[in-house]
């Protein structure tokens, strides 16, 4: 899933200091899940706001609302008329959310609360951990499950580096090395011969080409 975090109070302040009337709008999927951007942390996020412009004896009010997702038109527009309402959204779910928002809307100011971090996944409480980079041409088929992009820090598709130590990565020896873990893996697999066939260079420019990215359907067009 779509990993975020909440953008500091400071920040969020500075963003909606020209507005009076502010919808927080979550998202009830990744968002929740990264305590990021859920109803929670809607009603938190709104608590502290009230708060601090109460104390700067400042004329703002805060509706709250969370919808299942943002990035789907369809759940956006149940609380169109919320939307309305405010003279801007600061949307608490993540950057294709706040994009969703912007063009559905476009006459209305959008706001992100959150920063959008990466694509991951919680291993404990509260400990959520990238996983994937969406390249556009997977290798896990390749690599035993374990992502080199994601999570080998020089991005390696030919690992190890040389760099590792006990099993840790050089860059960060809090961090397991990617390509252990690979090499690791394979040989659970009793795969290892995986391990001598060589990568060629990812072809970005295929893979990336730069521009936004799209996935074209035809037997789901209507
Ligand atoms: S190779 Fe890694 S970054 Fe690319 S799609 Fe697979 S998991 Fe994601
Ligand atoms: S030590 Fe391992 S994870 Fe770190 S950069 Fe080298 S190959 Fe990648």
């Known amino acids: 899933m779509i990993k975020a975090k909440q953008k500091p109070l400071a920040e969020i302040r500075a963003l909606i200091a020209p507005y009076q009337k502010i919808l927080i709008l979550g998202c009830g999927t990744c968002v929740t899940i990264s305590f990021a951007g859920g109803e929670k942390e809607v009603g938190l996020l709104a608590s502290s706001l009230r708060i601090a412009a109460g104390m ?9 609302a969370t919808v299942q997702r943002q990035c789907e038109w369809e759940f956006i527009d149940a609380v169109a008329d919320q939307i309305k309402r405010a003279d801007a959204v600061l949307s608490l779910a993540c950057g294709i959310g706040v994009q969703a928002l912007a063009e559905r809307y476009p006459d209305k100011v959008v706001l992100p609360g959150v920063n959008t ?4 996944m919680a291993i404990e ?3 959520l951990v990238e996983r994937c980079r969406a390249c556009g041409d997977c290798v896990l088929g390749l690599t035993a499950g374990i992502c080199p992009i994601a999570r080998c820090a020089k991005n390696l598709l030919n690992g190890p580096c ?3 130590q006990k099993g840790k990565c050089e860059v ?3 961090m397991d090395c ?3 873990l690979i090499y690791d ?11 001598e066939v060589l990568q060629p260079p990812k072809d970005w420019a295929k893979d990336y080409d730069g521009g936004p990215r799209k996935i074209v359907r035809e037997d789901l067009r209507l």
């Open 185 to 195: 893996r394979l040989a659970r697999l009793g795969q290892l011969d995986r391990m």
């Open 178 to 180: 990617a390509w252990q």
């Open 117 to 120: 971090t990466f694509l991951g």
């Open 162 to 164: 040389g760099g590792s």
């Open 172 to 174: 960060d020896p809090e």
């Open 56 to 64: 700067d004896g400042l004329q703002k009010t805060f509706a709250e």
């Open 125 to 127: 409480h509260g400990v």
